[in-house]
Every structure is written in structure tokens, then in C-alpha cells.
């Protein structure tokens, strides 16, 4: 699992979520019905307090983080968030790790 969230869409997170500092936000696996990693799932984020982190990150005072029963969705996968400027959206990229036999 690597999780790489750049300055960039630290800041768009500001803005969208109208929160100062300092700010957690989940990353975590949504029902959809589609979905790019897992059919029928999307990663999708939520303003909240961590009660059983497994993961974390901080940047510019802001903390990322996956709950344990959430892990399952970011295995043997690397996840980029960056913002798509011309749309100033955020933009999800996962490459999928192979393990080494």
C-alpha cells in the first residue's frame, strides 16, 4: 500500500471542505456501482475525526488517513491524488502493485 497526496490536492481539500486547519479527512471505499480499483467502489473522502487510523499522513496541517476495516481497498496498490487543473478537480491515478515471486 503507498498513498501519495500532493500539494496540490492537500490545498484543493481546504478549499472544498471549507475547514481550517487543522483538518483530517478519510479516504475510504464507497459503494457506486462503478468503480476504476474495485467494481462497484470509489474512493471517496470525508471531514472526520479518526477513531482506529491504520494509516496517516500530514501534509500542510492537514491528516489523511484509511480506518482498518477500510485497508482492504488500497492493497497492493499505489494511489495518487493530484488535481486536474483545467477541471480543478481532484484526480484519483492507482497502479497496481505486483508481488515479487
Known amino acids: ?3 501519495s497526496i500532493d500539494e496540490k490536492a492537500a490545498s484543493w481539500f ?3 471542505f471549507e475547514f481550517t486547519k487543522p483538518l483530517a479527512i478519510r479516504m475510504y471505499p ?3 456501482g462503478f ?3 474495485h467494481k462497484g467502489y470509489m ?5 472526520e475525526t479518526p477513531t482506529n487510523a491504520e494509516f496517516t499522513q500530514k501534509i500542510n496541517g492537514i491528516t489523511f488517513y484509511v480506518e482498518g476495516n477500510d485497508i482492504w481497498f488500497f492493497e497492493d496498490t499505489e494511489t495518487y ?4 487543473s483545467p477541471l480543478d478537480e481532484i484526480q484519483i491515478t492507482y ?4 508481488p515479487i515471486n
Not at 81 to 84: D, E, G, T
Not at 95 to 98: L, V
Request: no cysteine; aromatic share 16%.
Open 1 to 3: 500500500m503507498f498513498i
Open 14 to 16: 481546504t478549499k472544498e
Open 30 to 32: 464507497q459503494y457506486s
Open 35 to 37: 468503480g476504476e480499483k
Open 43 to 47: 474512493l471517496a473522502f470525508s471531514a
Open 81 to 84: 491524488l493530484s488535481v486536474n
Open 95 to 98: 497502479k497496481e502493485i505486483f
